[in-house]
């Protein structure tokens, strides 16, 4: 399948939403490819978090496409999108606190693990084999982000940091060919944000991954991201390399600020 | 029969319909006031067969249940979709209907007067059996991966949705287990009181069993055994009392959920060796528990 490798995993067309009068995304395109690492930054209300949640589906755009590897999944529910190879996490950390960070992992696997209500209520030996090898994949993405001693902790009790790699480790363990990050360093302090940068940029070069990356810190941008969109307003502002980023003028007016100089 | 046994066999048929409301409403955060409806469906539908069109007993458990199980079907198909507050209402809106139904077809069920003649076919073996079987069919989907699921969509439905959860689909199944249960215990307490009447099954007794799942618990399976064991039997021992024992009863219900609002268990769980290795990680008890209850209004605060 030469043609499929050379397609891009994701390509965005002329995506819209309104809510009410606002254009939170105005004819947003896009495109995404294999093992590529793209930011899309923008100043406060720029409508970045929209975008995700349009390509994740949580709520349906008012026209475009969205074609991810070769389908158009616009308005497509968010868990088959999610089964698709597209998930993500959330700006405000949405961990489920009740449950145990390893649960919190496992229900990544829910819907690949083959057996159905019927086999669950008698207990059928399948079951429990399919539960001990759930148990070790979502074991082995708690390891890797490094959150092994913490699997047995209720999610909800771990402090800010450790959640966020909670959240980073369940959306990995979706086994994703997308994935994407909604501000994962916010509320992290200066040590955490090297950490985060490390992590990322480690599983980035081991998988094979593509990530959208929403960012307001402009080091986590400029050091991870290998294409940038920049975001005002509901449209595109500018897009390029993080050099040219750096030096596109609109881009420097409209978010980085003189300052930033 | 004793009267101990009589109690007992009552509190074994509460605790096979609690079972339902557990996974219903505790695990998975739908409130249903339509469960006792379907225990009615349960029942009417068994006695129905059996004295009637003399269907025999197994057989007619058999049909009330899956005639429950359709109606679920259909109740849930059409109401699960909607918002979980308008959820509550539709499916009070439902028991309601179905108790009108039960109280207007004079000719089949005998109306407000009731049905009576039914057969004692329910002897105390066969509830403790059906509570046992009960009971290893919850605590097997608990600990599965419906369990988590479950879980998952009660505390974030988007975020399970986001993980391909497909919340409509589960929800569905989930209320469909419910309405079974509710059913097998509907046809048990038919053949047991050999007499069934639509006032035993109001949204009332839904909301008893709510009340149960929550006094003992919700996370924990021993919590509404245990608290559907002990609030049918506190009216029982509470008979010296005579005019105060309503009061006395809700002033026990309204203390743990003030102390306790986690439920007298929490989360934890009633454990054998063998058992243990099927709890989920992290269902600690003692400290653990205390700790994860305080941290909780914490975590609701940020959602």
Same mark, same amino acid.
């Given at each position: ?7 891009? !995993?994701?390509?965005?067309?002329? =995506? ?6 606002? %254009? ?54 968010? %868990?088959?999108?999610?089964? &698709? ?33 019927? &086999? ?18 979502? =074991? %082995? ?20 940091? $450790? ?16 994935? $994407? ?6 509320? $992290?302090?200066?040590?955490?944000? &090297? ?28 050091? $991870?991201? %290998? ?28 978010? !980085? ?5 | 029969?004793?009267? *101990? ?47 009637? *069109? ?159 799942? *929550? ?64 709890? /989920? /990680? ?22």
């Amino acid at each position: 399948m030469p043609e499929m490798e050379r397609a891009p !995993l994701l390509e965005v067309k002329g =995506l819209c939403k309104r809510f009410g009068g606002v %254009h939170a995304v105005d004819d947003f395109n896009a495109v995404v490819n294999r093992n590529h690492l793209v930011g899309i930054i923008g100043p406060n209300g720029a409508g970045k978090t929209t975008i995700l949640n349009l390509l994740s589906g949580v709520y349906p755009g008012n026209s475009g496409q969205i074609v991810f590897q070769g389908q158009d999944v616009a308005g497509k529910r968010s %868990h088959q999108i999610g089964r &698709q190879g597209m998930t993500r996490t959330f700006q405000n950390i949405r961990l489920f606190g009740d449950m145990s960070v390893l649960d919190n992992v496992k229900i990544a696997y829910s819907w690949q693990a083959k057996y159905g209500m019927l &086999q669950a209520m008698l207990g059928l030996r399948g079951v429990s084999q399919t539960e001990r090898e759930v148990e070790g994949r979502a =074991l %082995h993405w708690l390891e890797r982000v490094g959150l092994a001693e913490h699997r047995a902790d209720m999610a909800g009790s771990l402090p800010y940091g $450790l959640q966020r790699r909670v959240e980073l480790a369940r959306a990995l363990a979706g086994e994703p060919k997308l994935l $994407l990050l909604d501000e994962p360093a916010a509320g $992290l302090n200066p040590a955490e944000v &090297q950490e985060f940068i490390a992590l990322v940029s480690g599983l980035f070069s081991e998988l094979d991954l593509s990530i959208i990356l929403i960012e307001h810190r402009m080091e986590v941008v400029m050091r $991870l991201c %290998h294409w940038i969109y920049v975001q005002d307003f509901g449209r595109t502002i500018g897009q390029g390399t993080p050099e040219q980023i750096r030096r596109d003028p609109v881009v420097i007016k409209a978010y !980085l600020g003189e300052e930033f100089e | 029969m004793s009267y *101990f046994v009589t109690v007992g066999v009552f509190t074994a048929i509460t605790i096979i319909g609690v079972l339902g409301t557990f996974i219903l409403t505790g695990l998975t955060g739908l409130f249903s006031l339509g469960q006792a409806a379907f225990m009615g469906l349960g029942a009417y539908v068994s006695a129905l067969l059996v004295v009637t *069109f003399h269907v025999p007993f197994p057989l007619a458990v058999v049909l009330a249940v899956l005639f429950a199980l359709g109606v679920g079907y259909f109740i849930g198909y059409t109401t699960l979709k909607i918002r979980q507050d308008f959820f509550a209402l539709a499916t009070f809106g439902f028991g309601e209907a179905v108790r009108a139904v039960m109280n207007e077809s004079v000719k089949w069920t005998g109306g407000a007067m009731g049905f009576a003649g039914v057969p004692q076919l329910t002897t105390p073996w066969l509830a403790a059996a059906a509570l046992i079987a009960a009971v290893w069919l919850v605590r097997n989907v608990r600990y599965s991966k419906f369990g988590r699921d479950c879980l998952a969509i009660r505390t974030d439905e988007l975020a399970a949705e986001v993980m391909g959860i497909n919340a409509f689909d589960h929800k569905l199944k989930v209320f469909l287990l419910g309405a079974g249960l509710s059913a097998f215990a509907g046809a048990l307490s038919a053949f047991f009181t050999t007499y069934v009447e639509p006032a035993m099954f109001g949204w009332t007794q839904s909301a008893v069993w709510i009340i149960m799942v *929550f006094f003992g618990g919700r996370d924990s399976l021993t919590g509404a055994i245990f608290g559907a064991t002990t609030l049918s039997a506190l009216p029982e021992v509470l008979r010296f009392a005579s005019q105060w024992r309503v009061a006395i009863y809700c002033l026990i219900i309204l203390l743990i959920i003030n102390f306790r609002p986690a439920g007298l268990f929490g989360r934890w769980e009633l454990s054998f060796k063998g058992l243990s290795r099927r709890r /989920p /990680p992290g269902a600690g008890a003692g400290k653990g528990r205390r700790k994860a209850v305080a941290e909780k209004g914490g975590a609701d605060a940020d959602a």
